[in-house]
C-alpha cells in the first residue's frame, strides 16, 4: 500500500494528452515539492518535473506538472510511442521522515 | 553525473551483504544521498539517506535496525549494510542523488539482490 495513490494504468493514442494523478497528505504533497519520474524497462528511473511543475533541461516540454493543496498530476501532450512506461510521483513526507512514491502508473500508447 | 552500484548477489536468508555506490561527476560531499528499492512486479520503494557529512540518517520504518546506510566522503562511496535479510528483500537496489528541491534528481543504474536459499 503506497503512501500515495496514482492510477494503475493510463493510456492514449499517439498525439493526444495524457494526465496522470497523484494523491497524498498534508504532510507530504501539500508540504513538499513533487517529483515525477518516469521509469522505461531496462533503464535507471529518470527525473521529469521538479519542483512541482518545473520542467528539467533535456526533458520535452510536452511533459507538465501541477499541484493543488494534497494531489499532483503529470500532463503528457503530443503522447509518442517511447512516452510508454511506468510512471512515478513521489515527495519527501514530514511526518514519516523519509520519501514517499506512489504505486506507479503504466501508461500504454495505444 | 554518474552513481555506479555494486555489491549485488544471491544471499541466504538470513545472511548480510553490503552495496556500495560509486559516485563521479559532481561534489559528492554537498549532497544527501539515497537508496530506493524496487521489488520484483512492484514499485519504487525509499530505504533511507544520509545527510551530507554523515551526521544524519532516516530510514523507513521496516528496515530500521536491519539496514545501515553510510559514507566515505573521501572516497566519494556511499553504503548500504543490509543484515537479517529476508525474500521480501529480494529487489533492484538504486542509489540517487538528492538535489534541490528537494529532488532526487539522479540515479545509478541499479544492483540486484536476490535472498534465497
Known amino acids: 500500500q503506497s503512501v500515495l495513490t496514482q492510477p494503475p494504468s493510463a493510456s492514449g493514442t499517439p498525439g493526444q494528452r495524457v494526465t496522470i494523478s497523484c494523491s497524498g497528505r498534508?504532510?507530504?504533497?501539500?508540504?513538499?515539492?513533487v517529483n515525477w519520474f518516469q521509469h522505461l524497462p531496462g533503464t535507471a528511473p529518470t527525473l521529469l518535473i521538479y519542483p512541482d511543475n518545473q520542467w528539467r533541461s533535456g526533458v520535452p516540454d510536452r511533459f507538465s506538472g501541477s499541484k493543488s493543496g494534497t494531489s499532483a498530476s503529470l500532463a503528457i501532450s503530443g503522447l509518442q510511442s517511447e512516452d510508454e512506461g511506468d510512471y512515478y510521483c513521489?515527495?519527501?513526507?514530514?511526518?514519516?521522515?523519509?520519501?514517499?512514491f506512489g504505486g506507479g502508473t503504466k501508461l500504454t500508447v495505444l | 553525473v554518474q552513481l555506479v552500484e555494486s555489491g549485488g548477489g544471491l544471499v541466504q536468508p538470513g545472511g548480510s551483504l553490503r552495496l556500495s555506490c560509486a559516485a563521479s561527476?559532481?561534489?559528492?560531499?554537498?549532497?544527501?544521498m539515497s537508496w530506493v528499492r524496487q521489488t520484483p512486479g512492484k514499485g519504487l520503494e525509499w530505504v533511507a539517506n544520509i545527510k551530507e557529512d554523515g551526521s544524519e540518517k532516516f530510514y523507513v520504518d521496516s528496515m530500521k535496525g536491519r539496514f545501515t546506510i553510510s559514507r566515505d566522503n573521501a572516497k566519494n562511496l556511499l553504503y548500504l549494510h543490509m543484515h537479517s535479510l529476508r525474500a521480501d528483500d529480494t529487489a533492484l537496489y538504486y542509489c540517487?542523488?538528492?538535489?534541490?528541491?528537494?529532488?532526487?534528481?539522479?540515479w545509478g543504474q541499479g544492483t540486484l539482490v536476490t535472498v534465497s536459499s
Open positions: 561527476g559532481f561534489t559528492f560531499s554537498d549532497y544527501w
Open positions: 540517487a542523488r538528492e538535489g534541490a528541491g528537494p529532488a532526487l534528481d539522479y
Open positions: 498534508t504532510s507530504n504533497i501539500g508540504s513538499n515539492t
Open positions: 513521489a515527495a519527501w513526507d514530514d511526518s514519516l521522515n523519509g520519501w514517499v
